[in-house]
């Protein structure tokens, strides 16, 4: 691939969506290809002549497009995932999080502070409605961030002074259900077994809703019950960033290090699988193909980050400069 008339046509490779500085308009975007084992930085500003926006948060592909989360820009991006080419985007948000398809003409957007899914049309790139996430939940009304679909729901993470999961139907864009787990779910992953699992920071010291020691809860996604709570050992430890291998049969998470555990343990692991190198990681994922590890490392929040490969087996492969503040994952196969 060529830095200038970009083209990953036929490339394997993992995108790496560097968040930027907050209120600074330096997010980026940069792609490790697999074939040539390069890093290209700054592609979104290569191919398009501007940066992407206010702080970059997730990233998706479906349907050879990828959807960008621009948090505090209120928008998301859409690009060619081969030139890295704006095709469109959605505007008008509040402060998207995540992107979540069901299919070509339906899709929806999670939001921090807007209190309700957005929907919109993938065709036709525009806004179609939005979801009332509301109910009598004491503290305030829900904020939503990650989102998994299973069958024909959609589950939905409200971690900003929340304990809840949402369940939404597609077929009716209706939330049918909630599920109570531990203060503050900050990521879910469903196991070959049918299984969510999520894992919650637990909150903050101070905070109005009060705080849980963290917790990976395993819940049966047919029947929506709780089946096993894992608590963390101090009500001060704030894992982050639950991802799942491509079998769905090992769970991975940051927490002084990185962990893994296989799906079908009763306990949490003792020590971590990766040790902490220079500083704590700030994001992880696993390759869903090769089991790599992929950890970023925001470094002092300021200067360009790194990004860390490990082997399946926990030996580090190598590292390479990235963006400011490297935050999520999105591979391309």
């Not at 501007?50 to 702080?55: E, Q, R, S, T």
């Not at 995540?98 to 929806?108: A, D, L, Q």
């Not at 001060?236 to 296989?262: E, H, Q």
Request: negative net charge; aromatic residues 12%.
């Amino acid at each position: 691939m060529k830095i200038a008339g970009l083209d990953f046509s036929g490339s394997d490779g993992v995108f790496i969506i560097n968040e930027g500085n907050y209120t600074y308009d330096n997010a980026s975007l940069s792609f490790l290809e697999f074939q040539n084992h390069k890093i290209y930085n700054g592609i979104f500003f290569a191919a398009n002549g501007m940066n992407p926006g206010d702080v970059a948060h997730s990233m998706i592909i479906y349907d050879n497009r990828g959807y960008i989360t621009i948090n505090n820009s209120g928008k998301i991006l859409i690009i060619d995932p081969n030139t890295v080419n704006m095709v469109g985007k959605l505007t008008g948000l509040v402060s998207p999080r995540y992107v979540h398809i069901v299919n070509g003409r339906k899709g929806y957007i999670s939001d921090l502070y807007s209190m309700k899914i957005t929907l919109f049309d993938p065709e036709e790139n525009k806004l179609t409605g939005d979801i009332n996430v509301q109910n009598n939940k004491p503290f305030n009304q829900h904020s939503t961030e990650q989102m998994i679909g299973y069958k024909e729901l959609v589950f939905i993470a409200c971690w900003s002074y929340d304990n809840q999961i949402l369940v939404l139907d597609t077929l009716t864009n209706q939330v049918i259900d909630s599920i109570n787990v531990t203060k503050q779910p900050n990521s879910l992953v469903i196991d070959r077994y049918n299984k969510l699992w999520v894992l919650s920071d637990g909150g903050f010291a101070g905070s109005g809703f009060g705080q849980d020691t963290a917790a990976i809860t395993r819940i049966d996604a047919d029947n929506r019950s709780v089946e096993m709570v894992l608590p963390f050992p101090s009500l001060n430890d704030s894992p982050i960033d639950l991802v799942i291998n491509g079998t769905a049969d090992t769970l991975y998470f940051l927490y002084k290090g990185i962990y893994r555990m296989p799906v079908t343990d009763q306990k949490l692991p003792d020590k971590p699988y990766i040790q902490i190198r220079n500083n704590d990681y700030y994001s992880l994922a696993v390759d869903p193909v090769t089991s790599i590890v992929y950890a970023g490392d925001a470094i002092d929040y300021q200067q360009n980050g790194l990004v860390y490969r490990f082997s399946p087996n926990g030996e580090m492969i190598d590292s390479f400069l990235v963006g400011i503040n490297p935050g999520a994952f999105c591979f391309k196969y």
